[in-house]
């Protein structure tokens, strides 16, 4: 079962998505949420749903749902609800980050839809239903709030919070989705599709340099480290630029930019990451001492007590810089998500399936949060990485070689038959 997915059938899978939602200038793309570039992703996805005779469904929350049924023998006849019980969902999302790469969501998706061409190919047929998913909205580049395609799956994404939010026109996500033919009343946990599925494996680009490290081409994750948004509110007093003697000012500019040197060194010692990558100025004059710095600060590590410790480091050196500057500091935690553990039963018996087939296959965190994370609080989730030799995402230049990407779809494949193939006992077939 370690053959290749065809090479040429893959390109031209990769290629008929490839110029939906992308500026010819950055050669980035930009296909937010309920756009027109979004919407052409999702009728490509319908479309190479039904080219392969698999039944789409839109659900409530947005997110489409492409099966394969067993024993429809040709795939995907109509079928009940009893049907799709127990289902192995797998796929991505297909919307972007602004100027983001071709990579993050779509390798997923466009792997699923190998992996089933792959899977045919092999006459292989599953004993339990598969779905490949679209998640709607997983970056949250319009609306501001990643994965609410999942998180409105699953009820972590309030329906009516998620109705009222605006995008930087000030159209409300209701009045978008309403525009695309969504009933926006219809958000909300949806019971019924939680429980037809019973496994999630989200195959994504790694978004770091993991994978280049250990020289493979594919990984399994291990967890989602911990992360969250703090508001740091520095407080001084302005005055002008040109008749404050240094000793008399109270600049919070000072503070502020002292805080960043002190997070940065933190984090490493700490072993997590620290980011300011939004800040806010009052007044904004150029020959005014500031009254006011806002800054966001973004930290994650590997555990809780890791991400406790860093951000407590880091506002302790604020608060102690403030005082020698005459500034107040005010720390605000704005969110936090917890670690994701993947279900270590689903995580262990898909490596062990690769590591039969492909040789030591790493095991590795990840800092983004994905899906499969949100999914994860509900069902047993697992994620595949694909090598990203660039180590870069959320650009254009982020990449995956195609060598790497057939050994991924190869991978998936393999995953799904071993999770959907023949029942415990029997004779995986003739898939050899
Ligand atoms: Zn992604």
Known sequence: MNEVADATRFAELWSSLADVGRDRVTGGYRRFAWTSADLACRDWFASQAADRGLTVEIDRNGNQWAWWLPESGALGAAANADERRNALAIGSHLDSVPDGGAFDGPLGVISALAAVDLLRARDWRPQRPIVIANFADEEGARFGIACAGSRLLTGQLDAAKARALR????VRLADAMESAGQDPDALGR???RLASISEFVELHIEQGRGLIDQDA?????????????????FAGEANHAGTTALDDRRDPMLTYANTVLSARKKARLGGALATFGKVSVEPNGTNAIPSRVSAWLDSRAPDEAALDAV????????????????????????????????DHGLRDKIRKTLTDVFGPVPQLPTGAGHDAGILAAELPTAMLFVRNPSGLSHTPAEHAEAADCLTGVAALAEVVAQLAGAQPGKNRGSGA
């Open 190 to 192: 949806d019971d019924e």
């Open 217 to 233: 081409p594919v990984g399994v994750a291990s967890s989602i480290w911990p992360h969250g948004r703090w508001r740091f509110d």
């Open 167 to 170: 995008d930087g026109d000030g």
């Open 311 to 342: 951000v407590e480091q880091i506002s302790e050196a604020a608060r102690e810089r403030g005082a020698r500057d005459g500034t107040t500091v005010e720390v605000v935690n704005e969110s936090r998500t917890a670690i994701v553990e993947f």
